[in-house]
């Protein structure tokens, strides 16, 4: 299994450590991408858990705040990481997701896509799944696509996905062309960090 940790934030770093520590996620190949200065603890936090860290630095300066602004670069980096993953089981972890302890071992029962839920950050703050789905939801459903905060897939599919230059998310995209089926678990709840606290489902 390879983790793929693309990170723009070391504010959250303390947090997404402990909470990975004490998942099941398998101490196996982290690709660490480090796409802003400032992040270098990343690696040896990473490194002291148990991963096989393979780091690659961007040398790119501070992304832009807004969600909308910051397309462009999230598209360059999920081209870039797309020339990364190896084939096989590949859970993507956002830097900002707070992962339940059983987040793998809930994921890989559903088959090789799945995800977690998390909320969004900007006003919605509904469930990062598309289409959007509204209200309480319990157990797993398909979905068309999601977002990139905890993702299991494989290699070969998401290398496989073929990304446009369109202004709209990154991660809808890129998981709609997964293949089928993607199961959302909604028992699989993950954390967003914000700067005023961390928002659940």
């Known amino acids: 299994m390879t983790l793929l940790i693309p990170v723009i934030r070391d504010w959250t770093r303390e947090a997404v450590i402990a909470a990975i520590a004490a998942s099941d996620i398998p101490r196996d190949r982290c690709i660490l991408v480090l796409d802003a200065p400032g992040c270098e603890w990343w690696e040896t936090s990473l490194y002291d858990l148990g991963f096989d860290v393979e780091l690659h630095i961007t040398l790119n300066p501070y992304p ?26 590949l859970l ?5 997701i707070l992962v ?8 890989s029962s559903h088959g090789p896509h799945a995800t977690g839920i998390q909320i969004a950050r900007h006003e919605s703050r509904r469930p ?55 199961v959302a678990d909604f028992e699989c709840v993950c954390g967003h960090m914000t ?3 961390v928002l659940y489902p």
């Open 195 to 197: 700067k005023d606290g």
């Open 64 to 89: 832009p705040e807004g969600r909308v602004d910051r397309r462009p670069r999230h598209r360059a980096m999920v081209r870039y990481t797309q020339t990364l993953v190896p084939d096989g089981p």
């Open 128 to 182: 990062v799944l598309y289409p959007a789905f509204r209200g309480i939801r319990v157990g797993t459903i398909g979905v068309d696509g999601c977002g990139f905060g905890c993702l299991l897939t494989t290699g070969e599919a998401y290398r496989g996905a073929v990304l446009g230059d369109g202004p709209g998310p990154v991660d809808k995209e890129l998981t709609s062309q997964l293949p089928r089926p993607l």
């Open 100 to 107: 339940p302890p059983d987040i793998y071992a809930r994921l």
């Open 92 to 96: 993507c972890l956002e830097d900002d």
